[in-house]
Nanobody, 120 residues
Framework: QVQLVESGGGLVQPGGSLRLSCAAS????????MAWFRQAPGNQRELVAA???????NYADSERGRFTISRDNAKNTVYLQMNSLKSEDTAVYYC??????????????WGQGTQVTVSS
């Protein structure tokens, strides 16, 4: 089974920065897309940013220009650099990998989530 370990969350003041990391481990051949989602209390889980194997990125409008997603395929790790953080960014951030090729087939996996709190 593929497991995702997320790190980098925490408490930050408005205008501050955080970098989230998500490392995939287990038995697999490749990962098509790596993405970050977030979910605030009472809200639906929403896409923040995604990146495919070729480095093509996609951002939600609210994060465009402030967040940067990147990946290191050699380390099977995806990063989310978050700058100019706002209170509205407070949420649990989840890593997701899509199109993972394993010995059984193709699957998607979710991480456990890491809390990001933006507050003064």
């Amino acid at each position: 089974q593929v497991q995702l370990v997320e790190s980098g969350g925490g408490l930050v003041q408005p205008g501050g920065s955080l970098r989230l990391s998500c490392a995939a481990s287990g038995t697999f051949l490749s990962i098509n897309t790596m993405a970050w989602f977030r979910q605030a209390p009472g809200n639906q889980r929403e896409l923040v940013a995604a990146i495919d194997r070729g480095g093509v990125t996609n951002y939600a409008d609210s994060e465009r220009g402030r967040f940067t997603i990147s990946r290191d395929n050699a380390k099977n790790t995806v990063y989310l650099q978050m700058n100019s953080l706002k209170s509205e960014d407070t949420a649990v951030y989840y890593c997701k990998v899509e199109g993972v090729i394993t010995w059984r087939g193709r699957y998607d996996y979710w991480g456990q989530g890491t809390q990001v709190t933006v507050s003064s």
